[in-house]
């Protein structure tokens, strides 16, 4: 229980149940600078414990992608899948992409048990802070897509290769698939930072889980090399979808399949709803549960 100036605050059990739904996304909105606020406080935290503080956002994906290309090239006896170059370039951007779906779920896992203090002494819709989580993982990745495109470039120009692709209007379909994983990523992270606060070995499993995921996923191999029904794996991930048709943008040079359209639609509403629902349902007991 918490004293203020004229009023009491009580923290107590309660049933799951959603509150009205429209003051509380009214009030969501309506105090969305401070997500904002939050992650600008966060990262500068961050940096200030690192000498290379934002270079590390590029760095590491690039240092990451040279291994694991090292290691498939490896493992296929020296053959790339379509080109030595193309295959770097394959595993970059699925990296990046993933990364940032990684991070939006692992930072936000966090935001609830982390924020303790905010929760016990302010009141304010909880889903702001997986937002500010959200933020910062963006912020994380923005920058590393000129980097991307200028290693495209210079593979273009000065590796000859000619299966990268020119500007294409497949392009003008990224912001799109974007915006579908910013929103599948942060249902995740609300679901998972419900679940972090009943059980706290969630963000250690997830760690791992994560691991396991990026494995499963369309980064170290491409989705052509799946067939016929095998090809089910790709819907069943909700990152799958987004990360083949990325890969098909950037490194063939198409427009996205209807069929990946559509999956991309279905994990975005699908994660969204179920992690909204789970969190708001229960962050009335976040309280008690810190």
């Known amino acids: 229980m918490i004293e ?9 059990p309660h049933s799951s149940t959603l509150p009205p739904l429209r003051p509380y996304f ?8 401070f997500s904002t606020e939050l992650s600008k406080f966060s990262d500068k935290a961050e940096y200030l414990e690192s000498k290379l503080g934002k270079v590390w956002l590029v760095l590491n994906p690039l240092f990451l992608a040279v291994v694991y290309f090292l290691l498939v090239t490896v493992i296929q006896g020296g053959r790339g899948q379509s080109g030595g170059f193309t295959t770097l370039c394959h595993i970059l951007i699925g990296l990046f992409t993933f990364y940032f779906a990684q991070n939006t779920i692992l930072l ?15 009141a304010f819709p909880r889903a702001l802070l997986p937002l500010s989580s959200a933020i910062s993982a963006a912020k994380q990745f ?7 495109v200028l290693i495209v470039v210079i593979g273009k120009l000065f590796f000859n290769d000619s299966s990268l692709p020119g500007l294409t209007i497949s392009y003008v379909v990224l912001p799109l698939l974007f915006l579908l994983l910013v929103v599948t990523s942060f249902g995740l992270s609300l679901l998972f930072a419900t679940m972090n606060v009943y059980f706290r070995d969630t963000t250690k499993l997830l760690t791992y889980i994560m691991r396991i995921w990026l494995y499963a996923s369309p980064v170290l191999w491409q989705p052509d090399m799946l067939n016929g029904w095998h090809r089910v794996i790709l819907y069943l991930n909700p990152l799958g979808p987004i990360l083949s048709a990325n890969s098909r943008i950037w490194i063939d040079g198409l427009l996205p399949t209807l069929s990946q359209i559509i999956a991309c639609l279905f994990w975005a509403l699908f994660s969204f709803v179920l992690g909204a629902y789970f ?3 229960r962050e009335r007991d976040f309280a008690v549960r810190i």
């Open 279 to 281: 969190f708001i349902s």
């Open 4 to 12: 203020g100036a004229n009023k009491f605050q009580v923290f107590e």
């Open 108 to 122: 936000g896992a966090h935001s609830i048990t982390s924020g303790g203090s905010l929760i016990l002494n302010q």
């Open 142 to 148: 923005l920058p590393t897509i000129p980097i991307y």
């Open 26 to 33: 009214r009030e969501f909105w309506r105090r969305r600078e």
